[in-house]
């Protein structure tokens, strides 16, 4: 079975327990570590992640998985919020992080520049709108983003 399918079919056994707890699921990561895997499962909720609701999300996917077994070999889960610099991969996520700062890098670059970083103004269908300093806008379609991540503010 393909890492795709694992994390997939992870997902859809552990959404709804993880939703019992009053969580949502962010992400699902899945590769080797040696000769096991490595399941790493990253939880939200809207008042911040604590240490307790990780030892829980991970007692209650752990037993979620031994009853369906969607990994044929050993693995090591880890359950974790994912941090203050969580990256954006969906228009969802940009959506959700509207008017917070992030850090764009495009595959292609915008007007000789390829990095940015500024305040999602807006998330539409098919990219989003950057207020950078000096009250420039610049506007990234989703497919030319390579990697974006929330700005830590202090």
């Known amino acids: 079975m393909n890492t795709d399918k694992i994390k ?7 959404e709804p327990v993880i939703k019992s707890l009053g969580l949502a699921v962010d992400r699902v990561e899945f590769g080797k570590m040696g000769r096991k895997g490595l ?7 809207e008042s911040g992640v604590t240490i307790d609701d990780c030892e829980r999300a991970s007692r209650e996917i752990e037993a979620a998985l031994d009853v369906e077994d ?8 880890e359950v974790s919020s994912p941090g203050l610099d969580r990256p954006l991969a969906s228009p969802a996520d940009f ?3 509207t008017g917070k700062t992030v850090r764009v890098v495009t595959h292609e670059p915008i007007d000789r520049q390829s990095f940015f970083t ?15 300093p000096k009250d420039k ?6 497919k030319n983003i390579s990697k974006a991540r929330l700005e830590v503010e202090i």
Request: net charge neutral.
């Open 8 to 14: 997939n079919k992870v997902l859809e056994i552990i």
């Open 39 to 45: 399941l790493r499962v990253f939880i939200e909720k």
């Open 70 to 77: 969607p990994i044929p070999y050993s693995y090591v889960l």
């Open 95 to 97: 959506r959700k992080h």
């Open 118 to 132: 500024g305040i999602i103004s807006e998330a539409g269908d098919d990219g989003i709108s950057l207020l950078l």
């Open 137 to 142: 806008t610049v506007v990234i379609p989703y």
